[in-house]
């Protein structure tokens, strides 16, 4: 039962297809709308893509006119009077002619923007209490007590530092409440844990990203032409595997600063599926969610220590943008599933718990029934800047990565739309398209497609 758990979560709870409608459907009727928006920055909107028809695209330069047009492309410029978006900011500054509506103003500290993660504990101590809409009654445990027992393994371990902390905290988590979707709790507790328990781990970030992964070929859905032979059977895994096309599962995003440097890792939980698994925390070079499409398959050792045949399709992340678009190009992928993974990311980086979220009450749909943001489109020279951070990182992409991230978040909960008066929308009927690279990244509002 617990596995089939684990698989819908796989399927539904991370999918873009949605949860589960009846569970989106209360949360939009008010259930939950906090969670729903945490949801929604783990993809469950349908993105926009290609050209946009029956809009105008003209650049939105109308001095006399109040309000945002709808059927206008703009651009973004940022008004930082906190000076914490660091990069995105300073290529954004505002010209002389901007009309007021292009610029988004940022007055968060530093310590603002930190409380929006730390605070997101409050979300996993709602999941776990069973009070989010989820397919779940609670779990065992509170978050108060994978903290105690993740200071209790951290501690009694010979390691030390970000990489042993993290596996610590998988492990008490695990431990404690052995949840069928740790995605909502584990990536939630993490930098409250490090504050409670004070500990020091400079740049410390684990946050959820999204992936392909193979599941059994014989689930609905399954895109055939992915089914592949693994070359063993159950239950060491299943004969025959495939993908749906879509990044439906959570895979966790380690970065912190050691001795070394700036340092990136892709987490997954040591429990869930660990046929397919090489191991728990890898550098994303070295990591299965690479090895390249021009390779038939490689071999894996499974957990009764027999190899099977795994396939590099059935492997990528949100942040692997070379591979993901040859897979689309190859119909491996569905169009748009990069797009709102990165975007979903970047957001992830901000506000992983979305505790700091709401809905307008009666907020209208957007067009073509989509809750939420949309992602028009993601230029190739912005993709390859993103997968070179993430291959080679650094201190200064790190921050410009967390930087970009922070003024997305900006824009999706600006008042904007036909109540400006209203509460903040969070990127209610406002397709975005990003251009330029990590370094100097250009935003634009672009009409919908209606």
Known sequence: MKAFKRLFMDRGVASFAGRNILFMLREWLGVNRRAFLSKLR???????????AGCSTGNGQDNDQDSP?????FRYFFSDESGTLGGVGDHNQPPDDVNEWQIIENTRTEDEWRDLRLNDVAYAEAYMAGETVQPTDGTPGTPAEIVTRTQELYEATDETGPVAFTNALIAAEDEVSSADFPGEIVPNIAEHAISELGYNFPAYSLTSTRAVHPVSADYDGVKPETVRETGVGAPIAPERVGTFGEMRTTL???????????????VNRPGFSPWY???????????????????DYFSMTGTQGRALKQYPEHFVTALDYRKAVKMRQQGLLKDGEFR?????????????????????AGAVLGCNGNRGYQIESLTHEFGTSIEDFIVNPSSDRAEQFVGLGRAIYLIFETEFGEDYKGDPKFGYNQPLKITGTLAAPELYHRPEQC
């Open 277 to 295: 698994l090489r191991d728990t925390l890898r550098k994303p070079s070295k990591s299965v969610y690479r090895e390249p499409l021009s390779k």
């Open 252 to 266: 966790y995003l380690l970065m912190f600063k050691d001795n070394d440097g700036f340092q990136i890792r892709y």
């Open 69 to 73: 047009p709808v059927d206008r492309q």
């Open 340 to 360: 709102k993974a990165l975007i979903g990311t970047l957001l992830s980086m901000v506000d992983n718990g979305g505790n700091d979220e709401s809905i307008p």
């Open 42 to 52: 783990l993809g469950t909107v349908a993105a926009v893509g290609g050209t946009l």
